[in-house]
């Protein structure tokens, strides 16, 4: 027998926003980075392609939207761009480091 409380809750979201889509695909391009532990257990793969990927979208979202956004979400925008493309820019030099071992 069901009850009340054992019912799954739906919990607020916030309004959707292009910053939230833009932070959603950059924690994405992070987890193919390496930058958070596999959920598995297993060790974490950099998969080089599938952040580049994500960070080419980020940046069509920046380019399509151009004129439309407010001063803060372009601030947002360029700062997600920058901090992502440095830690790609990081993990492609960690990965070949890797391979001339």
Do not use: Y
């Amino acid at each position: 027998m069901s009850t009340e409380n054992s019912k799954p809750q739906d919990v607020p979201l916030p309004e959707p926003s292009l910053i939230g889509l833009a932070t959603g695909l950059a924690a994405q391009a992070m987890v193919s980075l390496g930058m958070f532990p596999n959920p598995t257990g297993e060790p974490t793969e950099i998969k080089l392609n599938q952040s580049k990927h994500l960070i080419e979208t980020i940046a069509m979202l920046e380019l399509k939207t151009k004129g439309n956004r407010t001063d803060e979400e372009t601030e947002k925008l360029d700062n997600i761009l920058h901090e992502i493309r440095m830690i790609f820019v990081a993990a492609q030099k960690e990965q070949e480091r890797r391979k001339n071992e």
